[in-house]
């Protein structure tokens, strides 16, 4: 594969992560809008959150199949225009059934969606020799910030759903029609490496520190998306335009740490910057559980950001080390539990926090991230740790 190719490949999947962000952006932070909309009750809102993830975890295990017999590329050329249309269908439609429908659908595709897309970035890192991957993440994280930022212009505006959805519509989906012309992919054999067929090689026993790691990264994740702004505003007292900065300085952080991270995986390696996360992040959720005023917590959800940002798309690419003749089935696997997860994260710091305190139940998803530690070497699968001194030789390098 030549270098312009991969540049190519590199730059279109970038696209690809940056797109996902905005959508799925757009989509949870409208939420409240969507409940009017549709007139879904508070007691029915989280059976339809719930189904959102529920049917992306059946998405990324059906693509676990389907790329048996097509490339991830072609998975991901047809489900993000999906699930860009299908954010506009929510936008559009009136009745509950559509939202059911069209939600539905929008978990069906992202699950395709995310599992493709990191399928081809732990290739293209493989082809390219070193850590790239948190870039690709940092796009998404990049996409995350413009779709909150439309979401809060709509709001702001008192624009409907479908007004405020149509011109990303628009805009990102042609961008995601061409880009995917120039989606590339690394071989198994350009490294040596003799391909396996998809899923005859992947032990869940090896697998499993790493899905752990995934759930416990998201059940972070999770608790500061649904829970920072009540937290801030109930427990720490700050008003309640205050309380809706922490999630962004949370997104802006996970944006400069994925940016960044990639250098210190090549100078550091993989384990020592997923051991440094996984502090840093306990450490963050340790300050907001006894943060004083809202901006020590606001310093706890810095913290956060910068720690977390760096272990799930490391996790990814540890996946694709450890299991170098079936990655893609690795990867599948793995991406179900981004959603188990974001399914368990939300209620469990909920029901502690009505239980018990929603200080005390920070510690939970504190010790969780800590725990990483335990499971940090299956990061570190030789051969293959791109970047450094303490690395296999480059075979191929650009960009």
């Known amino acids: 594969m030549t270098d312009a190719r991969l540049r190519h ?19 949870v932070t409208r ?15 989280p059976a339809f959150l719930a189904a959102v993830p529920i049917l992306a975890g059946v998405g990324s295990v059906a693509t676990e199949k389907v790329v048996a017999r097509v490339r991830p590329g072609s998975v991901l050329r047809w489900a993000q225009p999906v699930v860009l249309l299908t954010l506009l269908a929510v936008g559009a439609g009136s009745e509950l059934w559509q939202a059911a429908v069209a939600l539905g659908v929008f978990g069906l595709a992202v699950g395709a969606l995310d599992a493709s897309m990191n399928m081809m970035g732990v290739s293209l890192q493989r082809a390219y020799g070193r850590s790239i991957m948190l870039g690709f993440h940092a796009a998404y994280s990049l996409g995350g910030i413009a779709g909150a930022s439309m979401a809060w212009a709509g709001a702001h505006w008192d624009l409907t759903l479908l007004v405020s959805y149509l011109p990303a519509v628009v805009l990102l989906l042609p961008a995601a029609l061409v880009g995917s012309r120039w989606y590339a ?37 999770s608790t500061v998306s649904n829970w920072s702004a009540k937290y801030l505003q109930d427990v720490l007292g700050s008003s309640e335009q205050l309380a809706t900065v922490p999630y962004n300085v949370y997104m802006v952080t996970t944006l400069l740490g994925r940016a960044v991270g990639d250098f210190g995986v ?11 996360g996984s502090v840093l992040a306990a450490a963050g959720f340790g300050v907001v559980a006894v943060a004083s005023g809202a901006w020590i917590g606001m ?8 720690g977390l940002c760096v272990i799930v798309p490391q996790t ?37 926090g009505d239980a018990w305190s929603y200080r005390g139940a920070m510690l939970v998803p504190m010790v969780l991230v800590l725990a990483t530690l335990v499971y940090a070497k299956s990061f570190g699968a030789e051969p293959a740790r791109y970047g450094g001194g303490h690395e296999r030789p480059r075979t ?4």
Do not use: H, W
Not at 11 to 23: E, M, N, R
Not at 328 to 351: I, K
């Open 9 to 27: 490949g590199r730059a279109s999947l970038a696209l690809s992560f940056f797109v996902q962000g905005v959508t799925f952006a757009l989509l």
């Open 31 to 45: 939420i409240p809008a969507i409940q009017d909309r549709y007139g879904i009750s508070d007691g029915l809102l």
């Open 185 to 221: 992919e690394g071989k198994a054999e350009e490294d040596g490496q003799r391909k396996e067929p998809q899923g005859t090689s992947v032990t869940f026993r090896l697998l499993m520190p790493l899905c752990l790691v995934m759930s416990f990264a998201y059940i972070g994740d």
């Open 266 to 276: 090549r100078r550091f390696g993989a384990v020592a910057v997923v051991r440094f």
């Open 299 to 306: 310093l706890g959800f810095t913290m956060l950001g910068l």
């Open 316 to 352: 990814f690419a540890a996946a694709g080390r450890m299991f170098p003749g079936a990655s893609d089935t690795a990867v599948a696997r793995l991406n179900v539990f981004n959603y188990v997860g974001f399914l368990v994260g939300s209620p469990l710091v909920g029901a502690l």
């Open 396 to 399: 191929v390098d650009v960009g």
